[in-house]
């Protein structure tokens, strides 16, 4: 079984997040962010296909999503998840998915990013494995991401 390395998804993320938003992360400890509600939160996911098969996972509470997009935007952030909210978390987990697939042996490509918002969900990938959970902060509010292999054939 080949073994994934946390190390290149903390890279990854800390790379994006420093680059594109110039924010700077920190390991969470592997304890669950602080500002991550259970009532209230959005995930969203960008599969990774080819050689290697699986899925990142970004998630985080909804005023850290908003929060995010009023730095990428360089605005205020938004009261409530919006189209503009939904486009900044898709963007931050496509461009952390595309730079942990460039870790990865062999060839892959990226799907379209999908996103999830509510209270009370759980969200899976259907015939996978969660190799990687990894919680991060940065100014006092956490995000979690997360790889999964998806098990069988390509």
């Given amino acids: 079984m080949e ?12 790379q994006v997040f420093s ?11 592997g304890e669950r962010p602080p500002d991550f509600p259970p009532d209230r939160k959005v995930s969203a996911a960008v599969g990774i296909n080819g ?12 005023g850290t999503a908003c929060h995010l997009a009023g730095v990428m935007m360089g605005s205020q952030a938004p ?30 490509i990226l799907t379209l ?8 969900y759980s969200m899976d990938i259907i015939q996978g ?3 990687i959970s990894q919680p991060m902060l940065y100014e006092g509010k956490g995000i979690v991401l997360s790889v999964i292999k998806a098990n069988g054939r390509h």
Avoid: Y
């Fill in 3 to 14: 073994v994934i390395n946390s190390d290149e998804l903390t890279k990854a993320v800390q």
């Fill in 51 to 62: 050689d290697w098969n699986g899925a990142v996972v970004f998630e985080c509470g909804t």
């Fill in 113 to 120: 990013p999908c996103f999830i918002e509510g209270s009370d």
């Fill in 79 to 108: 009261a409530h998840v919006d189209e503009d909210v939904k486009d900044v978390i898709g963007e931050i987990t496509n461009m952390v998915a595309g730079t942990f697939k460039n870790c990865l042996p062999g060839h892959s």
């Fill in 129 to 131: 494995q969660r190799l």
């Fill in 19 to 29: 680059s594109l938003l110039g924010l700077q992360l920190v390991d969470g400890n």
